[in-house]
C-alpha cells in the first residue's frame, strides 16, 4: 500500500506500506505518480492553498490515486470559527481556524457543503463525512483540540 501524506501528521510505520510526504504547494510538480498511491493525507493544510489553486490540487490528487483509492481531509471547521465569532467567544483557536500562523497561513476556510461540493466537482464520491477533533500540539508543547471537518472521498472511476 502508497500513502501521499500532505500536512502535518504522525503515521506509524507498518510492513508492506510506504509512505510519501509533500507540502500540498508543491504536491508532485516533476514526478509521475499518476495511480501511484491507494491513500493521501490531507490534514490540515488545504486552507493553505489560494482558493483558485483547490480544484487543480484536487484533480491532481484524484490523478494520484489508483481506481477505489481514496482522499481523506480535514479542514477547520469554518462555521465553528463563525459561530466563536459571533457570539464574541473567539480565542487564539478560532484566530488559528481562520488564519492559520506565521509558517502556514491560511487562504481561505471552508465549510462542510463547500467541501462536498468541491469534491463532487473533482470527481470524488464522497464516502464519509463528519465532524471530529484533531489533537495539535504546539512548538511549545501545549496540547489543542482543533475542531475540523473529516471526509474521506472515493476515486470510483477513470472518468474526466
Known amino acids: 500500500m502508497k500513502i501521499a501524506i500532505l500536512g502535518n501528521m ?3 510505520a507498518e510492513q508492506g506500506v510506504e509512505i510519501r510526504r509533500y507540502e500540498i504547494t508543491a504536491f508532485y ?3 509521475k505518480i499518476d495511480g501511484l498511491f ?3 493525507f490531507v490534514s490540515n493544510c488545504l486552507p493553505e492553498l489560494d482558493r483558485d489553486a483547490v480544484m487543480t490540487f484536487l ?3 484524484r490523478k494520484a490515486l489508483v481506481v477505489g483509492g481514496e482522499l481523506a481531509i480535514q479542514v477547520p471547521m469554518a462555521e465553528w470559527a463563525a459561530r466563536q465569532l459571533f457570539t464574541n467567544k473567539a480565542d487564539p483557536i478560532t ?4 488564519y492559520g500562523n506565521d509558517d502556514h497561513p491560511f487562504k481561505a476556510c471552508y465549510t462542510m457543503m463547500q467541501l462536498r ?3 463532487a466537482r473533482a470527481n470524488f464520491n464522497v464516502r464519509e463525512a ?3 477533533i484533531l489533537k495539535l500540539t504546539t512548538t511549545a508543547g501545549e496540547a489543542i483540540d482543533l475542531p475540523v471537518h473529516s471526509l474521506v472521498a ?3 472511476n477513470d472518468f474526466a
Open 38 to 40: 491507494d491513500r493521501i
Open 117 to 119: 461540493t468541491l469534491l
Open 154 to 156: 472515493v476515486k470510483s
Open 130 to 132: 463528519t465532524e471530529a
Open 95 to 98: 484566530y488559528y481556524m481562520l
Open 29 to 31: 510538480p516533476n514526478e
Open 59 to 61: 484533480e491532481k490528487a
Open 10 to 12: 504522525d503515521v506509524e
